[in-house]
Structure formats: C-alpha cells, structure tokens
C-alpha cells in the first residue's frame, strides 16, 4: 500500500498490463465478439433508460410540450432556454444553491478531516470509532430529513429543549431566512462529514510511516510534517471526495423537500426543488427539461474543468 | 491459487492497520487527552440524533413532545414497533407492505445491475476496446444526472410503455442507475485479478469464457458480494423516482410511505421512529458486513485503495 | 421515431384551451353492474377521514353491492396533486374515483381527465337537497359565484366530505364564551397569551406546503373584505392587494403572528393539532375534519377523558370583522377518464348511493361531514363530534379560492409569498404584491409560448 492511492481513473498503467497479448487473429476476433456480448446488454440499457430520455428531454426543451395538457408539442426553439436562463426567480434559487453547495462542502471537508486525523492518531477503538461515526451516511435521506425536521422543531424539538436547559434562546431553525438555509447545510454536513472522514482517512493511514520517521529525525515541527507529507497525499483524494459531495449536494432535492420544502417562502428552494415545482405543479413539461438539461450541462462542464484540474494537479 | 481478492483489496481503515504516526516527539499526554475529549464531543453530537430516534421510537406519544424533552424517566413501551408490522385493525400495515415491496425492488434491481455489470466489468477490465476510458466515463457519468431532471422523461417513456405505478418500473430506473457503479466497482476488482491466469488457462485448452467462468469469477466473488450490497443499499434508500414513478399502496417502496407517515392531522413521531430503525436496520448490518470496502462503494469505485 | 410517434399519441388530446373543455361525459343512466367481483379505489390523502371512508363505504355499500370492495388509496398530503396528475397526466389511473380538492375540478376538466356528470347528477341526484354553493363547490367548473350555482354550468363531482376552519379555543383560559369578532379574538389571545406564560395567543396555519399559508390569508381576506380576484376579468393585481388586501396582510403578520409560538412559521395541520393537545395555544384555527384527534386523550395533555377535555376545549365558528365569510375546505369525488367502464358504472353507482339522505346520515354519524342539507341538520350528524354545529352554521358563509386549471401554481404563488411574510423574508405589502403580481403573470400567461412555470 506504500504506492499511494491511486485512483482508477488515470491508471492506464495497470488497465494496459491486464490487456492480454493479442495471439492472431482469429482469437481477437472471438474476444471482440466476447466483449462486445458482455458489454451490450448493459450498455443499451443505459442507452434506454438514461440517453434516451436526456435526448427525449433534449427534445422537449425545445418546444412548450405539457405532460398533463396534452397540447400541442409546438417549437419555441431556445425561447425556453432564454426564459430560464433569465428569469429572476431561477438567478434566486442558483444563489441558494451556490451557497448551499459552497457551505455544505467546505464544512463537511474540514470536519471530515478533521474527524479522520483524530482517528488517524489512535492507536486504539479505531474500528469502532469509524464504523460509528458511518452511521449518518448510511440512512435514508427521508430518514434524516424527517428526523432533524423533529428534532429542529421550535417547539417540541429536543435541541431547543437542550438549549433551553442550558438557560439559551429557542432558535427557530426552520423557519428564518437564513437559519433555515444554515439549517439545510447542518443536516446535510451530518450527513455526509462521515463520507469525507472515510475518504479522508484512507488517504491519511495510506501514508508510508517512514516519511514520518525521517521527518522527525530531521525534527520538523508537527504542522511542517503535516502540510509537507501529510496533506500533499491526502490532497487528491480530498478533492475527488470533495468534487463527489458537490455534485450530490447540487443535485439536492429530498432534503429539501422533507425539511424545509423550500420555505421560509422559497428561501431553501434549490435548483432541483424549481424544476421539480416547473415541472409537476404547472406541468409545464417543455421548461422543465430545458431547466433540467442546463442543469446537467453545468454538472458536465464542471466536472470535467475540475477533474482537468486534478489531472494537471498529478502532473505537477 | 495463492492471491485472494480480499488480499488483493488492502483491508479497509476501519480494521487492524497500525498507525501510521506514533505520535513520534511533540504532543505528550496532555494533547492526547485532547484529542481523546474532542473525538468524544464529535462522536456524541453526530451520534445523538440516532440515539434520540431510537428513544423515540420506545416513548407514548405523549412523552414525545414533552418539553423539556425527557431522556431518561419516560414509559418504555414497544407499541410503535407493533404498528410498523400490524394495522390497528388488525391485519398487516401499510408500511410492511411497503417494506416488502423495498425488498422486491432493492431485491431484482441489485441482482439485474450484477448481472448486466459483471460481464460488462470483465470485458472493459480484460479487453482493449476503441475510445474504453470514453465509455467508461460515459458510463459513470449518466449517475451525475439530477433524478428530479432524469424522473421528467422517465415518466413520459414510462406512460407510454404502462410502467408508471408498477414495481417493474421501478427495477428498471434503479438497475439503470446501479449499473454504472457496479461495472466501476467490479471492474476494479477484476484489474486487481492477474489476466496471466487466464492466459495460462487457455494455454491448457480452455476457452476464454471458460477461464472467466472458472478461473477469474470464483476470485471476484467476494467483491461482488459487497457491491451487489452497495447497489442494494442504493435503491433501498432512493426517495425521488419512487415518490413520482408510484402512488398506490400496493407497489409503494418504504422511503415514500415513511414520508407519508407525516402530514396528517396529527403525527405519530413514536411511528415515524420506530418505522425509521427498523428501516434502517438492515443498511447498517449489510454495511458492517461490506465495512472493508466502503471507500470504494461510496465513490461508486472512483477511489480505491 | 419512437420519439415522435410517443409525443403525437401524447398530443391526441388536442389545443389546449382554458375555455374549450374536453372532459367526456358519463351515461345519464347508471350502465349495468357487473356480478363479478369488483374493487372500487379512491384516491385521497393519508388523514383519518380516508380511513373513516373505507370503513365505512365497506361495511354499508357492501349491503347493497355485496360483490364490491372500497379501497382507499393514500398519498402524503404535500404529495397528494401531484400524485393524482401525475397519474392523469398518464393516462392510465390505479383509482376510479379521484377526491379532488374543489380547485383541482378546472385542471382536471380542460384536461379532460374527469368525466362530466352533468346528465348523470340530472337524472340521479335531487339537487334541491343540498346548500346551492357545496354542488357548485365540489363539481361545477367553470366556478361558481360565491354562494351560488349555476344551473346551466355543468358538474364533474359530487360531495363526498363537507370542511371549513373551526376555531377551537381554551375555556378554561378564555372563558366559555368564544370573541365574536376578528378583534375580539385577536385581544382575547393577546390577554390569554400575557396571563399564561408559556401558552401562546394563536396557533394556525403558516407552512409554504399545501395551501397552508394561503387558505390562512385567504380567510383573513375574506373577513377584511378583500377579494381574491375578479373572476370575470381574471384579474387578480389590483384586487387581491387592495386597501382591504393590505389590511387583511397587515392583520395577519402583525397582530397575529406575533401571538404564534416562536417557531410556528412552518406549522399545518398537524403542528396546530399538537399545540392546542399540549396545552400550547389559547386560540387555535384549523380543518373540522382534521380535529377529531384532539378529542383522545392518548394524544393530548388536556384530560384523561374526552369529557375532561371537552371541559377545556371550545370550538365556535370564526369571528367576523367586516365580513363572515370562512374558508370553503373538503373534496368532491370525481370519476377517472381512465378507469375501466365497468368501474366508471360502479363509481356512478356508489356516488348515487352516497348522496341518498339515510346514507349520508350514516356517514355523518361515522366522522364524515355530509353535503346534503337534511343530513347536516340532522341530529347523527350534530352530535357525532363538538365540532359539527360549527360546520353547520358555517354553511352560509363560505368563500373557495380560485378554480382554474392554473391552480396549483396560484396557490404555491400565494403560499410561498404569504409564508414569506410569516417568518420575515419578505415585508407584508411587498409580499402581497408580488403575490399578486406574478399570480397575474400566470393567469395572463396560458397563452404564451415557452419559459412557462417559472
């Protein structure tokens, strides 16, 4: 394990080395058919139920279709587009997003770490420490979100009774402007800080001790050994655990849609929750799906300058 | 045979490693302490809110909107676990059926990823095939799409196909989308299998599929194992498509009816507890049993170690 | 191909127009019943009613039609629209009879998704029996005037659970007697709420899901004097926040709110219900048909007996101000387009079964609230919950929001906006503005071409 982590995404090396030798052609042949008979019943049914439909929303984008209506499918070309791209309402919940993405993340990312370093350090109950603290990842986000909605209940919750015990204010949670939206990004990071840890602290039991040792012979002090030997290896995982938790944490509805269902007003309303509202409340079907789709272009884009970035990151 | 895939997979941080730093100089006791303290304060708050439903879910629904809330010096009382299985009216629950038809679902959709992935997993692993890394990200990348944007199109496929409603439909979306992470997954652990084993088993005669079949699968057993429990756990929890795709009693999965337990005319939080532990039970038990391969399974096989 | 060939089977149902209608009509005469077995399914949400109507439906509809099963399918209420049109929107129903809310009838019928009754209520159904405005409320589209039906409109649905607010107050904290007018209510609160640490003023409905938010507005409109729009010219700005509006928005976020519990900002139905149980609230508002819960005492601290509470617990019908109109609440049952035509028959059937006189006694006294005059006046009914007498005074004075196929995006509007006022994130008058504003933008926008539902 002193190889790093890799990840198998760029690691041409070992997928090359499996690649058996090719032994004239009639065997190539029978290894293509091979693989082409293993390959294609999964292939088409993700052509079926994941390209074909982007490609039958792609199409309905483009026209003012409604599910319910039965109307007629007429062509507005990009007038969907420009609607959602410049409707005000739609700049609103891409700010709430942004912020809920942003804040969720970098919460988790440091609590996570921090999680795993301190774990990292014990000699002792690690197991039982990380198998505990995975709990929260693991249930039902209806689970959760229905549970924090009991437990942040200004009323009758058990967190304002604590407080309240402890001589604090009652907070409404749920209900303010900004607690609401800092609410949201609270669950969330219980959530999901465990997903972080777990990443995390493969990363950081990963690195070779003997980097450790040498630095302390040369007696580094503790933070230069840290961000010299530890971090550079843990890094890259970090960012790929990261780029996972932003993309799951942008495409966030059920929380939403359990804890706050959008509100106060439409203050915790995400990207997800609009379309969704677009969608199945006027079932207006045709900008839904070019909302949808721009959604997914942006994940797309995203994605892959990010993951241009990390590459570059290796390189270096 | 001398490589097991379990070997082969370095065993999870979650057991018997050594650390990698012995607190080598610096520190001391007193840092130790503290940090001892501070993982105790972390584990307790991320670990309150389970405890807590699990108190709830023991508590008379009088006791659980008592304020100040009661932690100790309440009524035990196993009733709300009744309800979860048996009707008031006797006879079984809304919810147990909707609890069977999560295993149905979880069930066939898990066992259809495996079998599409499996395959699909050795040949990428095995073969040199035109643009793989593209299809390989293609793959991965129809999992990144927003379900609320995926579930628009699905449902007007599925209305004209008579999915809508059905557990069918359902299997298929969730096959669909376990399927890209099960062939990254499976496909990792295939790389780690040597191809000269197969190599040398066609050298004795047998045919390529035969080296698969008894040379290679045998070894990947165990990593099947924990993905097909990954994808398991995956359409156990999935919430969006079966609150769109489903709406009568009889093909519901759990997450929707759990969610439907509230906004009534008064809840029943004791219920709503209680149905959530027993929900989440089996997730964290098939969790415990894949604990060696979590990294992979939470990255869709993206990171491993 | 697929694609294309899929998109015009979709689009069958041609242009679609808010004023053509294109439900299809049910038989005047009930067709014959089957003798085979039959299972009859409704849809609603999941709330002590939906199961009242199974039991009930089963143990007497049976007697008549003893090859017939009720089911009642349920859904979450947040869920409840979206799940019935979703399904609609299908073409393809696992219910025959649909319980729509009054505001759902106008989506419903210009999509064609619910048949027209209007023969069939003609031939099968005494309409002299019934309060003119419940028919009209629960099945006549385009919408009635309030108070009134029109005889030449036609009907899509027929009652099936009658519902308007209730106030319920503390007797032992308020007195015995319940205020009178929206001032008096709002003083009796202040008081009660300054005598009684730790038990707030008010407790209603404020959340941004259902139409929570709204109908608590709406209601406030109505004894102001406001209205929510002039139907006639579909114009909702200008109307909905005018002086009366404004006072009634004023009212309600800032002599009413501050009387709520801290928090309260995303309460329903069932938050309301657990307050007045906990001792919580002096004065509360919520569903007749949601308050047969606070009657147990296995749910509430206010007795150990349904007469001890009783001794606490008032229900009285809402105070006036400047009007005595009350929210217009319950559901009609509306048959599928798409259920099976041997259903369709079975649904008419029930329907006429239903709305005979002794039925519709019996299903008072089972925790229903009938629609029929002489069954609301009856004593199975008056005595069946403390809460009845409210509903039958209430009859008169009752006001629905807007039935128009847009519905469900005037109400998110108007929930969103007013729930915003609530907690703070928006000014009162900005929020009745925009209210207003982009509920008009929606009204005026069915002809527009894309971008639409933003």
């Not at chain 1, 014990?122 to 197991?127: K, L, S, V």
């Not at chain 2, 197969?198 to 004795?204: G, K, Q, V, W």
């Not at chain 3, 109505?222 to 209205?227: E, K, L």
């Amino acid at each position: 394990m002193s190889d790093a982590v890799p990840l198998t995404t760029d690691r041409p090396g070992q997928v090359a080395s499996v690649t058996p030798p090719a032994r004239g052609r009639s065997r190539r042949l029978s290894d293509r058919k091979l693989a082409v008979a293993f390959i294609a019943p999964a292939l088409l049914l993700l052509l079926a139920m994941s390209v074909f439909p982007l490609l039958w929303a792609l199409y309905l984008s483009f026209t003012d279709y409604s599910a319910t209506r039965g109307g007629s499918g007429s062509f507005v070309w990009f007038e969907n587009y420009t609607a959602v791209l410049t409707s005000a309402q739609v700049h609103l919940r891409a700010v709430t997003t942004l912020i809920y993405v942003v804040g969720a993340v970098v919460l988790q990312t440091v609590l996570g770490f921090s999680i795993a370093y301190l774990i990292s350090r014990r000699t002792h109950g690690r197991g039982l420490l990380t198998t505990l603290f995975l709990i929260p990842m693991m249930l039902s986000p209806v689970v959760v979100g229905l549970f924090w909605r009991f437990m942040l209940d200004a009323q009758f919750g058990v967190v304002n009774s604590m407080l309240g015990s402890l001589g604090l204010e009652q907070v409404e949670w749920l209900t303010r402007q900004r607690m609401a939206l800092a609410s949201l990004i609270m669950v969330d990071t219980w959530q999901w800080t465990p997903f972080i840890m777990l990443i995390a602290l493969a990363g950081l039991t990963a690195v070779p001790k003997y980097l450790y040792e040498a630095a302390s012979i040369d007696r580094a002090s503790e933070w230069f050994r840290f961000r010299t030997i530890t971090l550079p290896l843990v890094w890259p995982l970090l960012l790929i655990a990261v780029l996972f938790r932003a993309i799951e944490a942008f495409r966030l509805f059920d929380l939403v849609y359990i804890l706050t269902s959008g509100g106060p007003g439409v203050s915790t309303e995400t990207l997800s929750f609009h379309v969704y509202k677009v969608a199945f409340l006027g079932f207006n079907t045709g900008t839904a799906s070019a909302y949808g789709i721009l959604m997914v272009l942006v994940v797309i884009v995203l994605t892959q300058l990010y993951l241009r970035y990390l590459n570059k990151l290796k390189e270096d | 045979m001398a490589v097991s895939v379990n070997e082969a997979v370095p065993a999870s941080p979650v057991r018997d490693r050594t650390p990698p730093a012995r607190r080598i100089g610096g520190g001391g006791r007193g840092r130790s302490v503290l940090e001892i303290a501070l993982l105790t304060v972390l584990a307790v708050v991320m670990l309150f809110p389970v405890l807590w439903m699990i108190e709830t879910s023991i508590k008379e629904n009088r006791d659980v909107y008592a304020v100040p809330a009661k932690f100790v010096d309440f009524q035990v009382t196993l009733a709300h676990y009744r309800d979860v299985f048996v009707d008031p009216g006797g006879g079984r629950s809304a919810l147990s059926v909707a609890f069977l038809n999560s295993v149905l679902v979880a069930g066939v959709s898990t066992v259809l990823a495996t079998l599409l992935g499996v395959p699909a997993a050795w040949a990428y692993s095995r073969f040199a095939l035109k643009a793989k890394k593209d299809q390989l990200f293609f793959i991965l990348s129809t999992r990144f799409m927003p379900p609320v944007v995926v579930v628009i199109p699905i449902f007007l496929m599925y209305r004209q196909v008579g999915l809508i409603d059905t557990p069918l439909g359902l299997i298929l979306i969730y096959t669909a989308f376990n399927l890209p992470f099960t062939i990254w997954m499976i496909k990792g652990f295939v790389d780690e299998v040597p191809a000269e084993y197969e190599d040398a088993a066609m050298l004795d005669g047998y045919t390529r599929l035969q080296a698969f079949r008894k040379f290679t699968l045998p070894l990947l057993v165990p990593g099947i194992a924990a993905t097909a429990v990954f994808a398991l756990i995956f359409s156990w929890n999935e919430f969006v498509f079966a609150i769109f795709l489903t709406s009568s009693d009889d093909v519901r999965t759990a997450p929707p009816a759990i969610a439907g337990l509230i906004g009534g005319t008064t809840v029943d939080w004791g219920l709503v507890a209680a149905s959530s532990v027993v929900f989440a039970l089996p997730v964290l038990v098939f969790a415990y049993l894949v604990r060696r391969h979590l990294v992979a399974g939470v990255t869709l096989g993206a990171v491993r170690r | 191909m697929l694609l294309v060939g899929a998109t015009m089977t979709a689009c069958s149902g041609g242009e679609d127009d808010a004023a053509q209608v294109s439900a299809p009509k049910a038989p005047a005469t009930i067709p014959e019943l089957t003798t085979d077995p039959v299972t009859l399914s409704f849809v609603w949400f999941e709330w002590p009613p939906a199961q009242a109507l199974e039991k009930f439906a089963n143990e007497e509809y049976k007697k008549v039609r003893p090859n017939a099963t009720i089911k009642v399918n349920t859904v979450p209420n947040a869920n409840w629209h979206d799940a019935m049109f979703t399904q609609f929107a299908a073409r393809k129903t696992d219910f025959d009879i649909a319980i729509l809310d009054s505001q759902h009838i106008g989506e419903a019928v210009t999509n064609g998704n619910i048949l027209d009754l209007t023969d069939f209520v003609k031939k099968n159904i005494d309409v002299n029996a019934y309060d003119p405005y419940l028919l009209a409320a629960y099945g006549q589209f385009p919408q009635a005037e309030t108070g009134k039906r029109d005889e030449n409109a036609s009907l899509y649905g027929l009652p099936l659970l009658g519902d308007t607010w209730t106030m319920i107050y503390r007797k032992d904290l308020i007195g015995d007697q319940p205020p009178q007018t929206w001032d008096e209510m709002i003083s009796a609160a202040q008081k009660c709420q300054t005598d009684h640490p730790g038990v707030s003023g008010l407790a209603f409905h404020q959340a941004n899901g259902s139409d929570a938010a709204a109908v608590t507005y709406n209601t406030v409109n109505g004894v102001y004097g406001g209205n929510l729009w002039d139907a006639k010219a579909k114009k909702i700005e200008g109307v909905l926040n005018d002086a009366a509006g404004q006072e009634a928005m004023d009212v309600l976020v800032n002599k009413m709110k501050p009387l709520t519990a801290k928090g309260s900002g995303n309460w329903f139905i069932d938050e309301v219900n657990a307050a007045v149980a906990q001792g919580k609230a002096c004065i509360a508002f919520n569903w007749i048909a949601a308050s047969g819960g606070l009657l147990d005492p296995k749910q509430s601290t206010l007795g150990k007996s349904k007469e001890e509470i009783l001794g606490k617990l008032g229900f009285a019908t809402l105070p006036k101000q400047k009007t005595d109109l009350v929210p217009l609440g319950g559901m009609g049952m509306h048959v599928s387009a798409y259920s099976p035509a041997a259903n369709q028959a079975e649904a008419l059937n029930f329907m006429k079964w239903f709305e005979q006189a002794d039925v519709q006694k019996k299903w008072a006294a089972a925790g229903g609230v009938p629609s029929r005059t002489d069954a609301i006046q009856s004593p199975e009914f008056l005595n069946a919950g403390p809460f009845n007498q409210v509903y039958a005074d209430s009859v008169p004075r009752m006001r629905d929001m807007w039935n128009v196929p847009q519905y469900a995006r005037l109400v998110d509007i108007e929930n969103t906006g007013v729930n915003a006022a609530l907690n703070g994130a928006k000014k009162p008058s900005d929020a009745l503005n925009d209210i207003a504003r982009e509920q008009q933008a929606v009204l005026d926008s069915s002809g527009k071409k894309g971008g639409g539902g933003l």
